[in-house]
């Protein structure tokens, strides 16, 4: 029997951990399309926010409304079957928050800049 | 992936025409010496519009999740030989009758 590539990981078990092995390949893939889908809409909604006037709190606000409905999308996405794609539930939810956020306030104080200074 | 891509773009434009609507909006605002307290009706719209498709575009573009069950059927890290020199002809199939419906997974 020739074996193709696929690795393997084996997941120490932990508390209450349903997939002992899991493919890991797999999973960065799935981690690397939560990030990608994030990153854009994080960059949307800088936009979004500079073009509305929004300031101080209320933009930060926004942000994690656009970032809630991201969830939302991916979990939909997903067909609510998180165990089939991911190890757990916190990477779905909260995984690129703190990098778009950055992203988020370059690309708002950019638009505001663009729309409503300049 | 390419109509979603096409929707993702679309969208970046809607975008892009709200920009320029709400810059024209301000400067009209600047001659009659108003406040800008939010962009007009229309600018909201084509905003929750554009932002609809751009969350379309997000989703479908980067490509379908993939399963990490390792026994799911996608997942199957054996498949048959595909290798010429361990293919032999010459065996007792040939007594065999014709049609089996093999699974192959190459």
Redesign the interface.
């Known amino acids: 029997m020739t074996s193709n590539a696929g690795s393997e990981i084996e997941k120490k078990s932990g508390d209450d951990n349903l997939l002992p092995t899991m493919n890991a390949e797999n999973l960065q893939a799935n981690m690397r399309t939560i990030y990608y889908s994030r990153t854009f809409l994080s960059i949307i909604a800088g936009v979004i926010a500079g073009i509305l006037g929004l300031t101080n709190l209320t933009g930060f606000v926004f942000y994690f409304f656009v970032m809630a409905i991201t969830s939302l999308g991916l979990l939909a996405k997903a067909k609510f079957s998180i165990h089939a794609h991911f190890d757990s539930w916190n990477r779905v939810v909260l995984d690129g928050f703190l990098s778009g956020l950055m992203s988020f306030v370059l690309f708002w104080t950019f638009a505001y800049d663009l729309v409503h200074i300049f | 992936m390419n109509i979603s891509f096409a929707i993702g773009v679309f ?2 434009l809607i ?1 892009s025409h ?2 320029y609507s ?2 024209q909006y ?1 400067s009209f605002l600047k001659i009659l010496e108003e406040e ?1 307290s ?2 007009p009706f229309n ?2 719209v084509e ?1 929750i519009l ?2 609809v498709l ?2 379309w ?3 479908a ?3 379908k ?6 026994d ?1 059927e996608e ?1 199957r ?3 048959l ?1 595909a ?1 010429l020199d361990f293919m032999i002809f010459n065996h007792r199939g040939r007594a065999l009758p014709k049609d089996v419906n093999m699974k192959l997974k190459c």
């Open positions: 969208g970046i975008l709200a920009t709400t810059i301000r800008f939010s962009p600018v909201v905003l554009g932002l751009c969350l575009a997000a989703l573009v980067p490509g999740f993939l399963s990490i069950h390792p799911s997942n890290i054996v498949s030989p290798n």
